[in-house]
């Protein structure tokens, strides 16, 4: 019961700052059709501006103004980059994004130095909010809790119920008859690509003092934020979402469990003393959003809600 | 370019080479380690240790005169990347290579420097392994072109199991580790040595974990809790050793860790008052003894001084250079053959005790400390006010540390 508890707990929270990082990902992707390799480094970005923020002011100040930096950043990036590479087609995008990744990774490393920074949880959150089976349970986790609901909740009201968000709508699938209606949806690319962008930044500001601070975090973060994007369907914000909690709550569970594959797969013959069989679940925790890729793949190549073809 | 040109330039190469040799020359050591990413917590220190220890050498007149270099080269961490490194180094004239952070790395230098000594005779390098601690190293694969300079992981674990031994309220302990050679190493060496010294103790469990890959190690902490532990022994560290304690320090946990690296930069600082009592380590190091000499203090400050980053850790970086320095006067060369022709039985004191190169297999043999977090210290770490205290009986003389060897390795004749 308990380790059922924690697994939920621990893997929603995983899965919502994993959705906050790849819905901006996946919204850039529906608009331009391009996957944005740079995005994970806006993740980055957003984590070392806070901290730098945070050194002169308070993590408070932080939260607020790095995500808008980055979006700022973003926007720039998507008006006078991005645009003038598209003509070139989407090999060109792709390659742009790519590069783009790289110089970020390299600026991070010449400004703030090649280890870890010292990017702590503001003392105001740092203390345990509650004891959950002798186990205490620190509140800047629910502090992350409640800021991701709380931009799920924002980002839901905005594409759904407000005229800006129909209008983003209408210009990710028909981006020319929103223009021949008057709207200006070169400027409306840009302001998504840089709200995307702001929102992995957010995710950055809240994950990056909990987990860790270094130049290695866009890389090691890349891969999974593609995954989620991928099963969830290219260009799918809900599809994002079930995925997002899907993988959180895989890789976290995974650890809590004991089993080895012999367990589970003994009555085929499997010993427990084979190279196969000893392998533990929790020891493949890492590896199952890759496994989930792969069988979404072949299976339901769309992701779980998407509606075009990968 | 006609002849006689070449000629004249031919001379004056010569001229200039001639003169440089008759000047002290630089003895080039690289050094490969992480010194950048999640483990270059690890890496930067010992780099810097080596720097200061090399400074400290060539300060009193060098070795035979000559002067020592440590060049960073970065691996990343990657064995792959390793030997890329490996073979810039020895290209740019390195004859003894400095590496400790990861024996899967140490393993492939070892594979990569056995095979470059057999192809190329009279430029022979000499590996120094300063922390990669399985017991392999100095036994099945023992190699004489290798040296270490750190207690292996059964000797470590001896002086672990020897105090979890003589404490009765530890009943169950639960081992996590990394999930490569060394992790492995350490649970093999405590299930080994627990069900022969304390035969009554439970392994509540023996979890393995991807290695500088987990960022929020909850999870593995609330599955520690849950087990009902009394002690948990580890052999992690870097970036793997601070973020797993920050996660038992926020979950509030109380029990004793064990561990290899407890000295990791960052974990003291992780677990501020909540590390007194609850987090130990054994090493070759122990700033706050009583009874340390006054140049080892001033060494102690001095790093402080030079690196305010980080601490006095890698006391084996610079009992390594002394004992190089040592051979190589012993010698009368800095030929790598004849420095380990030297090295082999040679005794340096060290600031914590007398350290012996182990002819047989060519491992270190000194004195171990168990330290355990104190507020009352003249050193502390991690700019707290917190630091490193031996604890009693903590002292582990280098005979009770030793441990046999299964080593018989090739020689050069």
Known sequence: METLVFALLNGVIYGLLLFMLSSGLTLIFSMMGVLNFAHASFYMLGAYFAYTVMGISNFWIALILAPILVGGIGMVVERYGLRQVHARGHVAELLFTFGLAYLIDEVVKIIWGRTAVDYQVPAALDFPLFTLYGAQYPAYRIFILVVAIFMLVALWYLLKKTRAGLIIQAALSHPHMVGHLGHNVPAIFMAVFGAGCALAALAGVIGGNYFITDPAMAVQMGPIVFVVVVVGGLGSLEGAFIAAMLIGLLQTSAISINASLADIFGFLGLSPDSEVGEITIASMGPMLPFLLLVVVLMVRPRGLMGDREV | ?413
Not at chain 2, 262 to 273: D, F, K, T
């Open chain 2, 1 to 413: 370019m006609n002849s006689t040109r070449k000629a004249v330039l031919a001379a004056a190469v010569s001229t200039v080479a001639l003169a440089a040799s008759a000047q002290a020359e630089t003895i080039k050591m690289a050094f490969i380690d992480p010194l950048s990413g999640a483990m270059a917590s690890s890496g930067e220190p010992a780099y810097q240790s080596f720097v200061l220890a090399a400074e400290h050498v060539n300060a009193e007149g060098g070795v035979n005169g000559d002067m020592i270099e440590i060049v960073g080269y970065d691996n990343k961490i990657s064995p792959k990347e390793s030997l890329v490194q490996l073979q810039k180094a020895i290209d740019s004239g390195a004859r003894y290579i400095l590496q400790g952070n990861g024996s899967s790395v140490a393993s492939a230098i070892i594979d990569a420097v056995n095979k470059h000594n057999a192809r190329n005779p009279g430029e022979e390098v000499l590996f120094f392994n300063y922390a990669a601690v399985t017991p392999a190293f100095t036994n099945e694969v023992c190699s004489f072109w290798h040296f270490r300079f750190d207690a292996h992981t059964d000797m470590k674990m001896n002086a672990i199991t020897d105090w979890i031994a003589a404490r009765d309220d530890i009943k169950k302990v639960y081992l996590i580790g990394q999930d490569y050679v060394h992790g492995e190493a350490v649970a093999a060496a405590a299930e080994t040595q627990l069900a022969e010294k304390r035969p009554d103790i439970e392994i509540v469990g023996n979890e393995l974990h991807p290695l500088a890959k987990v960022k929020d190690f909850t999870p593995y902490v609330q599955k520690i809790i849950s087990s009902d532990a009394d002690a948990v022994i580890t052999g992690n560290w870097g970036q793997d050793m601070t973020l797993l304690v920050k996660a038992a320090a926020d979950s509030g946990q109380q029990i004793p860790y064990l561990t290899f690296y407890g000295g990791s930069s960052g974990a003291v600082a992780a677990l501020r008052e909540g590390a007194i009592d609850t987090l130990y380590q054994v090493g070759e190091v122990s700033v706050n003894m009583d009874g340390t000499s006054p140049e080892q203090d001033a060494m102690v400050e001095e790093y402080k001084e030079r690196f305010p980053d980080y601490d006095y850790y890698y006391h084996r970086a610079f009992v390594a250079l002394d004992m190089f320095a040592a051979a190589a006067e012993k010698a009368g060369s800095v030929e790598p053959i004849a420095v380990a022709n030297a090295l082999e039985g040679l005794s340096v004191d060290g600031g914590y005790g007398t350290a012996t190169m182990r002819a047989e297999d060519h491992q270190v043999q000194q004195p171990l400390y168990i330290t355990t977090v104190s507020s009352d210290v003249t050193y502390p770490v991690d700019n707290t006010d917190l630091g490193w205290k031996l604890v009693e009986g903590g002292i582990i003389s280098a005979d009770a540390a030793m441990e046999p060897t299964t080593c018989s390795m090739e020689r050069p004749e």
